[in-house]
């Protein structure tokens, strides 16, 4: 069975500072992983996903299958930032998607 | 992209009654998800509906207990049935577009469901 793990649930930092959301997983097989976001009174929405290997909004994610990781970055957070993120993966191939708990972002002015 | 939307948004129902969810998207999709995220907690996959067959569920599902109808492949409804109060939770649908690597889930708006 898949696992997602967030250990942060809410996390502050002031705007132009970096942010760091950490994902750790457990998954026997060769997973796919993705980071979701829901802003304010928005439905939930796909951030990236590691296979793409791009920069979405300034936010990136390297999975490290050595240490079962795919932490989102950003170098300088910005208040529109301020949203729910949600790491998520789902086995190669099959998109029944396993999700975090969540991390609650908010971007202090 | 897909545009989603689910009826109703939200409902407070009594302890034994069952609600129907529906959810509509605006193209022909193949596969359809439900999900369920009770409070503080994240989304959990109930099953997958794919139009013409039987639901597959999740561990920890049952059909008796969520039934799924998927009549065609821009319509599902999900039933949670005999509610208790542990239902009580933001249920969701979701459709998946696009094809091997760039395939996408969207997720539609969520119907928030509280059983007294």
Redesign the interface.
Known sequence: AQRVTQPEKLLSVFKGAPVELKCNYSYSGSPELFWYVQYSRQRLQLLLRHISRESIKGFTADLNKGETSFHLKKPFAQEEDSAMYYCALSPRGNNRLAFGKGNQVVVIP | SAVISQKPSRDICQRGTSLTIQCQVDSQVT?M?WYRQQPG?????IA?ANQGSEATY??GFVIDKFPISRPNLTFSTLTVSNMSPEDSSIY?CSV?VGQG?S????????TRLTVL
């Open positions: 596969m998800f907690q994240s989304l959990t996959l997958t999740e561990s969701l998946e690597n395939d996408t889930q969207y997720f539609g708006p969520g």
